[in-house]
């Protein structure tokens, strides 16, 4: 079956510092992965993609993933955490057809 | 707007009642989704519709929910005798092409919500 996961139920960084939100995934054929980010009381936002191409998928507002097939992840970065990065972050699978498999999403707090 | 617009963005009911939820995709998309998502966890997919047809209606917990769109733009998602565990944030997306295409997979647009809660 496929399947999204993300270990960690909440991330916190010191602002200014580097920040990871970790997302594995499970599918047959090639994937097709996204990550989006929810702000409280808003819709959910797209941030990047993977297709195919260069493992490393740069996005909005700085956010970056790699791409890792021997390892099925996709892990979410940036190089430097401002404070309203705060927000719940959700890795995504396409499957198979179109379908959006999601993750558990990721509290993502950057303390000042 | 040039986003997805849904409406009401609250919605309580009495168990029993019948709730219809409303989705504005962007103007030309042809792919719209419904997404329930409960508290804490993603999105889980309900249905798909390319255009006014309903070509995907899987995940759609049970017969008391009905997706339509019948002029292919404006969708409602409705629920008939509302019970507790019909309680989330539900969730309408639209996408500029078409899903399942092999060309390259567009990202769907999501609106904000609706929170509906059964009392």
């Known amino acids: 079956a496929q399947s999204v996961a993300q270990p960690e139920d909440q991330v916190n960084v010191a602002e200014g510092n580097p920040l990871t939100v970790k997302c594995t995934y499970s599918?047959?054929?090639?994937?097709?992965l996204f990550w989006y980010v929810q702000y409280p009381n808003r819709g959910l936002q797209f941030l990047l993609k993977?297709?195919?191409?260069d493992n490393l998928v740069k996005g909005s507002y700085g956010f970056e993933a790699e791409f890792n097939k021997s390892q099925t992840s996709f892990h979410l970065k940036k190089p430097s955490a401002l404070v309203s990065d705060s927000a719940l972050y959700f890795c995504?699978?396409?499957?198979?057809?179109?379908?959006?498999?999601w993750g558990a999403g990721t509290k993502l707090i950057i303390k000042p | 707007g040039a986003g997805v617009s849904q409406s009401p963005r609250y919605k309580v009911a009495k168990r029993g009642q019948d709730v219809a939820l409303r989705c504005d995709p962007i103007?030309?998309?042809?792919?719209l989704f419904w997404y329930q998502q409960a508290l804490g966890q993603g999105p889980e997919f309900l249905t798909y519709?390319?255009?006014?047809?309903?070509?995907?209606k899987s995940g759609l917990p049970s017969d008391r929910f009905f997706a339509e769109r019948p002029e292919g733009s404006v969708s409602t998602l409705k629920i008939q005798r509302t019970q507790q565990e019909d309680s989330a944030v539900y969730l309408c997306?639209?996408?500029?092409?078409?899903?399942?295409?092999?060309?390259?997979?567009?990202?769907?647009?999501f609106g904000p919500g609706t929170r509906l809660t059964v009392l």
């Open positions: 995504a699978v396409r499957d198979s057809n179109y379908q959006l498999i």
């Open positions: 599918v047959s054929g090639n994937p097709y």
């Open positions: 993977y297709i195919t191409g």
């Open positions: 997306a639209s996408s500029p092409g078409l899903a399942g295409a092999s060309s390259s997979y567009n990202e769907q647009f």
């Open positions: 519709f390319q255009n006014e047809a309903q070509l995907d």
């Open positions: 103007s030309g998309h042809v792919s």
